[in-house]
C-alpha cells in the first residue's frame, strides 16, 4: 500500500517539478544577433561549436552557432589612375612608397586593427620609417586628398 501511494503520488508530481529546464542561453565572452525581414545573423565569441548535418533540403544544427560560414567580399577593385610602388616588402626599417602625389595619406595599422601611424604627405616619394615598431604585419592604406581609398598593402616587418 505504502508503495503503490508513494509512485502515485510521484507520478502526479513529477509534472510539477521541474528538475531542469531547456533555455537557449549562451555564456560567451561577446555575441550579437540581428535580423531583417530576408534573414537572421547570430554570433559569439568563445562558445564550443557541436555538429552540423546538412542534405539538400535541410540542414540541422546542434549547438547554439555552427562552423559553417560564408563571407562575400562587398568592396569594389581598387581603381588607380598612377602607379603605386611600395618596397621592400618584408623590410627591417624603411618602406618607400612612390607614385602618390598631393594629398597622399598613409594609414598603417597592426593586426589588431589598431592604428598605430596616419600622416598625410605632399611628395610623390614618401619613406616610412618602421624602426620604432614591433616584428609583424601591419596593414598599409593609402588615400587621396578626397579620402577615397588608393591602394592597400600588407606590410611585413621583421
Not at 561549436?49 to 560560414?69: C, E, K, P, R, W
Not at 589588431?112 to 624602426?131: C, H, I, M, T
Request: net charge negative; charged share 15%; aromatic share 12%.
Amino acid at each position: 500500500m505504502n508503495k503503490t501511494l508513494l509512485i502515485t503520488i510521484a507520478i502526479l508530481f513529477s509534472g510539477v517539478l521541474m528538475a531542469q529546464e531547456n533555455n537557449l542561453q549562451v555564456i560567451g565572452s561577446s555575441g550579437a544577433d540581428y535580423a531583417t525581414d530576408n534573414y537572421q545573423i547570430s554570433w559569439t565569441i568563445g562558445e564550443p561549436v557541436i555538429s552540423m548535418l546538412q542534405s539538400d533540403n535541410y540542414i540541422l544544427t546542434q549547438g547554439f552557432h555552427q562552423t559553417s560560414a560564408t563571407i562575400t567580399r562587398i568592396d569594389n577593385e581598387l581603381q588607380t589612375s598612377f602607379d603605386l610602388q611600395v618596397f621592400p616588402n618584408p623590410t627591417t626599417r624603411f618602406v618607400n612608397i612612390q607614385g602618390g602625389g598631393y594629398g597622399l595619406t598613409c594609414t598603417l595599422f597592426d593586426m589588431s586593427g589598431r592604428l598605430v601611424y596616419q600622416q598625410e604627405f605632399n611628395d610623390s616619394e614618401v619613406v616610412l620609417d618602421l624602426s620604432y615598431y614591433s616584428t609583424g604585419t601591419y596593414l598599409l592604406n593609402l588615400t587621396d586628398e578626397f579620402g577615397a581609398l588608393l591602394a592597400k598593402y600588407k606590410i611585413v616587418k621583421k
